[in-house]
């Protein structure tokens, strides 16, 4: 007997989990906001030509990788967030207001936030 799915089944609020694909922005909001940022903008240059980099940038540039148009920082793959007050915005609303658990309060959104993004 699944102990687990009858007792899911017998919760009709979550039969309307689904996985969800948050579109954050498209790459151009990424693109145009490093460059305009003032801590990315070094790790950006860095990444991409290397040999013009001077050694601070690259050594900084070491713990981030240029993926899919957007910059990832390596430890626990979190995405960089250029300093962008519509897209930050949306992040935290994102996580803070969530549909199936409802408001987390500070706490686990700030917790939420950082374990996916840099």
């Not at 969800?20 to 490093?34: H, K, P, V, W």
């Not at 001077?54 to 981030?64: G, I, L, P, Q, V």
């Amino acid at each position: 007997m699944n102990v687990v799915a009858d007792a899911l089944s017998r919760k009709p609020h979550l039969n309307v989990i689904t996985t969800l694909t948050a579109s954050l922005a498209d790459n151009e909001t990424f693109e145009q906001g490093y460059p305009q940022d003032k801590y990315f903008a070094d790790i950006l240059q860095a990444l991409k030509y290397p040999e013009q980099a001077d050694e601070k940038a690259r050594d900084c540039a070491k713990h981030f990788e240029w993926k899919d148009k957007r910059l990832y920082l390596k430890n626990g793959n979190r995405l960089a967030i250029p300093a962008n007050r519509r897209l930050r915005t949306h992040i935290l609303q994102e996580n803070y207001d969530i549909g199936i658990a409802g408001h987390l309060g500070i706490s686990k959104t700030i917790d939420v936030v950082m374990r996916n993004f840099y």
